[in-house]
Nanobody, 125 residues
Framework: QLKLVESGGGLVQPGGSLRLSCKAS????????IGWFRQAPGKGAEGISC????????NYKSSVQGRFTISRDNFQNTVDLQMNNLKSEDTAIYYC??????????????????WGQGTQVIVSS
């Protein structure tokens, strides 16, 4: 089981920005396509973004397309999610984890579990 740690969440006003970070201390994230997921209060978890092993391919859920950007640094062993123009509906606990993939050059928004504790994002005025 992967040991991942998410950080960077907080309280932000609508229209604001946050940068989430996913770090691993005991495994090489560079061996996995990684995704970001979120679970809003009273709702099920959803995959919102993913990045392929080499970082050349990304996917986004339509609700965050154009506002969120996923990136990875395999030397630092991190995967970040830059979130801009945040909306109240982005309020959720955010998690990172490995995702299903067909090759090293692709990723999907289907997770494989092994999430960390998550980081909470609250978008409110």
């Amino acid at each position: 089981q992967l040991k991942l740690v998410e950080s960077g969440g907080g309280l932000v006003q609508p229209g604001g920005s946050l940068r989430l970070s996913c770090k691993a201390s005991e495994i090489n994230l560079g061996n996995f396509a990684i995704g970001w997921f979120r679970q809003a209060p009273g709702k099920g978890a959803e995959g919102i973004s993913c990045i392929s092993i080499y970082g050349g391919n990304t996917n986004y859920k339509s609700s965050v397309q154009g506002r969120f950007t996923i990136s990875r640094d395999n030397f630092q062993n991190t995967v970040d999610l830059q979130m801009n123009n945040l909306k109240s509906e982005d309020t959720a606990i955010y998690y990172c984890g490995p995702v299903k993939t067909e090759s090293s050059y692709s990723c999907t928004l289907s997770g494989l579990g092994s999430w960390g504790q998550g980081t909470q994002v609250i978008v409110s005025s």
